[in-house]
Each structure stands twice: as C-alpha cells, then as structure tokens.
C-alpha cells in the first residue's frame, strides 16, 4: 500500500481504469516500457493516439454523412482506429470498434451509427480517464514500478 | 536509451528497420526494440522501406546513413504497399532477400500466416505486439546469425517447404528456436495448436 496519499490515489485510480475495463494488459505491456529515460511514455503514446483518432473519428463521421454508406471505406477506417486502440490497450473502445466493423460487414448503416455514437461515448470517457490519471501521475512524481492488477 | 551496462560497438547490435503507417505502433515498437538494445528506423510505409533500403538501386542493404538492415519487422496492413507485397519485393531481391522479415498483423487469419510464411517471413506476430515477442524474435535472429551455413540452412527450409507445400495444412508462427521458453501469450496462443507445432518441428527435422 502506498504511504504517500497522491500515490496512494493513484494506484486506486490506475486500478478503476482495469476494474472498469477501460484499459486491458496491453495499457500493462506499455507501462513496463516506461522508465527513468521516458516517465512519461505512455503518456505521449496515448497523445499520438489522440491525435491518430481525432483524425479517423472526423472521416467516419465525414462518410457516415454520404448516402449510401460505403462501407468498405468505414470498415477500413474502424481497422485503423481498432489497430490503434488496440495497442494502447483501450478495451471498451476496442471491443466497441469491432462491434462496429461486424455491422459494416453485414451492411447494416442503423448498427454502425448507432455503435459509432456508443463508440465516441466510450472514447470520451476514456479520454477523461486517462486524462485525469495522467495529470495525478505527473503531479505525483516518478515511481519505482508498475504494480500489475489483481 | 543507453544504460551504462550494455554500451555495444555499432556493428554488434541489430538494426531493425519497422515499417508501420501507424503513429502509434511505430512509437511503440521503437521503444520496444529499444529496450531490446537494437538500433532502429522507422518509416510509414513499403516504399519509404524499399528506398531506405536502396532497393531500387539494388545498392545493398545499407540504409542512408550506412547502417546495415539486420531485421526487418514489417505491419501488413498498410494503404499502398501492404506488408506482403513488401516482403515479396524483398525476398525477391538479390540484395535483401537475406535480411529475416517479420509480419505483425492485427488480423490473425490463418491463410494470411500461411502465405506470409511461404514467401519467407520469418514469424508472423499478431498485434499489439508485446515486449516477449520483440525479444523472443531477437533471439531468433541471435541465434540465426550471419553465417553462410546459416543462409544456407534458411534457404535450404525454404525450399523444402515450397516442396512439401502439398502435403503440409497449415504452418504457424512458431519461432525457431523450439526450446525457448514462452509463458502463452495472446499473439502466440491462435497459432500454436500443438497439430501446428508438430508439422512444423516435423519439417525442421528433415533439414
């Protein structure tokens, strides 16, 4: 148990993120990498995946404006927006991505907007999240190592 | 990152070159490979990988900066130029095609693996890609090193298999080194029945 109180706060708070199932043992895999070098690693790994989904985000609701839907063209942008999800360990959105590609593939328009609003929901929530963590752990300071979760 | 402990002459650590079109995967097999003490470059694309490698001037395998190309690790799914067509361009050089190749895949389609590991890669890994895999292929490559009765013995396999495509169902992304003790991991776990590993210990054999 961490004596230090922001410390402390932290671990509670990284332990919601995994109890919650926002993030899955690939968010783990990336904390390992993390060291006295790069603190802030996947902090700045999770900004470029900020930056990266803005972008997709922006093309799906782009194309989910033209009538008929093309939905070889969302299914390829939600491969990309899973990929990338996926190697941050962002679980919900992921499994959310993957619900979306399936309505994409049986060409069902209704159950892609209706996973890609549920998408963004999920998406928002884990930015605040992780936002919040992130802004803890940097006032926090810098830590031995990544304790995994029970 | 150096550490004070494993300060290596250029030319005995590996060069990787990743090629990924996306941010975030090349931002975290850099650091993977890093922390595995290989040297790296990036680029987000096969055709920024062929230039890098001097491949259409059949140059050899050094890159801009002279660095020779030790291990390529290659995304497959990319705009452009997939990671397949990459691969087939490399193996089919005369300049690169000793170089491993390795496919990361996000889509563990067993079809995909197979037509992966019939054109030469080496593993195929199914993202995300974790630091147990970077390591255990490195020790692949370790192990294969530079010889010419290892060339030897990797194009001998290769030929083998082409032959023996008839009769073997499916292989997998076993790696090479069949002692190397892996806990089971998700990338690994899809692809190695144990059906899958004794086809391809049986074909290992033969050489």
């Known amino acids: 148990?961490?004596?230090?109180?922001?410390?402390?706060?932290?671990?509670?708070?990284?332990?919601?993120?995994?109890?919650?199932?926002?993030?899955?043992?690939?968010?783990?895999?990336?904390?390992?990498?993390?060291?006295?070098?790069?603190?802030?690693?996947?902090?700045?790994v999770v900004t470029l995946y900020y930056r990266d989904s803005a972008r997709i985000i922006?093309?799906?609701?782009?194309?989910?404006?033209?009538?008929?839907?093309?939905?070889?063209?969302?299914?390829?942008?939600?491969?990309?927006?899973?990929?990338?999800?996926?190697?941050?360990?962002?679980?919900?959105?992921?499994?959310?991505?993957?619900?979306?590609?399936?309505?994409?593939?049986?060409?069902?328009?209704?159950?892609?907007?209706?996973?890609?609003?549920?998408?963004?929901?999920?998406?928002?929530?884990?930015?605040?999240?992780?936002?919040?963590?992130?802004?803890?752990?940097?006032?926090?300071g810098p830590v031995e190592t990544a304790s995994r979760p029970k | 990152?150096?550490?004070?402990?494993?300060?290596?002459?250029?030319?005995?650590?590996?060069?990787?070159?990743?090629?990924?079109?996306?941010?975030?995967?090349?931002?975290?097999?850099?650091?993977?490979?890093?922390?595995?003490?290989?040297?790296?470059?990036?680029?987000?694309?096969?055709?920024?990988?062929?230039?890098?490698?001097?491949?259409?001037?059949?140059?050899?395998?050094?890159?801009?900066?002279?660095?020779?190309?030790n291990l390529i690790m290659t995304d497959y799914s990319m705009p452009g130029m997939t990671g397949y067509e990459l691969l087939k361009k490399i193996k089919r050089s005369s300049a690169f095609r000793e170089i491993p190749?390795?496919?990361?895949?996000?889509?563990?389609?067993?079809?995909?693996?197979?037509s992966c590991l019939e054109e030469g890669a080496e593993e195929f890994l199914v993202k995300p890609v974790k630091l147990s895999d970077v390591k255990r292929v490195m020790n692949d490559c370790i192990m294969r090193g530079e010889t010419e009765g290892n060339k030897r013995r990797r194009v001998d396999k290769r030929k083998f298999e082409d032959d023996n495509h008839a009769s073997s169902s499916s292989s997998s992304s076993i790696p090479s080194s069949p002692s190397s003790p892996l806990p089971s991991s998700p990338s690994t776990a899809a692809t190695s029945s144990p059906l899958h590993s004794l086809k391809r210990a049986k074909l290992r054999d033969h050489n």
């Open chain 2, 101 to 114: 190749v390795v496919i990361m895949s996000s889509e563990n389609i067993l079809t995909r693996i197979d």
């Open chain 2, 1 to 69: 990152m150096e550490v004070a402990g494993e300060v290596l002459a250029s030319e005995s650590q590996l060069h990787v070159l990743a090629v990924d079109d996306s941010h975030v995967d090349r931002k975290v097999i850099e650091k993977l490979l890093k922390i595995s003490s290989c040297k790296v470059t990036t680029v987000e694309s096969g055709a920024r990988a062929l230039q890098f490698l001097g491949l259409d001037e059949e140059k050899g395998s050094l890159g801009f900066n002279g660095l020779k190309v």
């Open chain 1, 58 to 140: 922006l093309n799906i609701e782009q194309a989910l404006e033209r009538k008929p839907f093309d939905f070889r063209k969302l299914d390829a942008y939600m491969h990309q927006f899973k990929g990338s999800s996926s190697s941050i360990g962002a679980k919900k959105v992921k499994a959310e991505s993957t619900l979306f590609r399936e309505y994409c593939k049986s060409g069902n328009g209704e159950g892609c907007m209706r996973s890609f609003q549920q998408l963004k929901k999920e998406y928002a929530t884990l930015r605040k999240k992780l936002g919040a963590y992130f802004q803890l752990a940097r006032q926090a």
């Open chain 1, 1 to 44: 148990m961490e004596r230090n109180p922001m410390r402390r706060q932290l671990a509670i708070m990284r332990q919601s993120l995994f109890d919650q199932g926002h993030v899955d043992e690939q968010f783990v895999q990336l904390e390992e990498l993390q060291d006295d070098a790069n603190p802030n690693f996947v902090e700045e």
